[in-house]
């Protein structure tokens, strides 16, 4: 059974930072592109950043630019979201995707993810305060 598991999310000031975590079970995590979406309060899933199995390359949404950093360490079986300068517009459920694929195109950033990725986590909150 496949599981993908968020972290991290919390209560934070804004002009924080904060990094969330994501873990991977029941798949081999370096056969894996992986990403991260969010969804705030009445609107639609956002796509933040997604990665591909061995980090040679990466794409971030708009909101993600600038700010916000994904990783992963295969050896830890572990993607990340390095998240800085924090605001209040960044509250939101953070969900963690993965997918079992070698190439990684922009497309990983389309929509709201249902055709491009196949596992989905529990997501992790992320409140920032004014």
């Known amino acids: 059974q496949v599981q993908v598991a968020e972290s991290g999310g919390r209560l934070v000031q804004a002009g924080g930072s904060l990094k969330l975590s994501c873990t991977v079970s029941?798949?081999?995590?370096?056969?894996?592109?992986m990403g991260w979406f969010r969804q705030a309060p009445g609107k639609q899933l956002e796509s933040m950043a997604c990665?591909?199995?061995?980090?040679?390359?990466?794409f971030y949404g708009e909101s993600a630019k600038g700010r916000f950093t994904m990783s992963r360490d295969n050896a830890l079986n572990t993607a990340f979201l390095q998240m800085n300068d924090l605001n209040p517009e960044d509250t939101a459920m953070y969900y963690c995707?993965?997918?079992?694929?070698?190439?990684?195109?922009?497309?990983?950033?389309?929509?709201?993810?249902?055709?491009?990725?196949?596992?989905w986590g529990q997501g992790t909150r992320v409140t920032v305060s004014s």
């Open positions: 995707v993965a997918e079992e694929r070698v190439s990684l195109s922009s497309e990983c950033l389309t929509g709201d993810g249902a055709e491009y990725w196949d596992h």
């Open positions: 029941g798949l081999t995590f370096a056969d894996l592109a």
């Open positions: 990665i591909s199995w061995n980090g040679g390359k990466k």
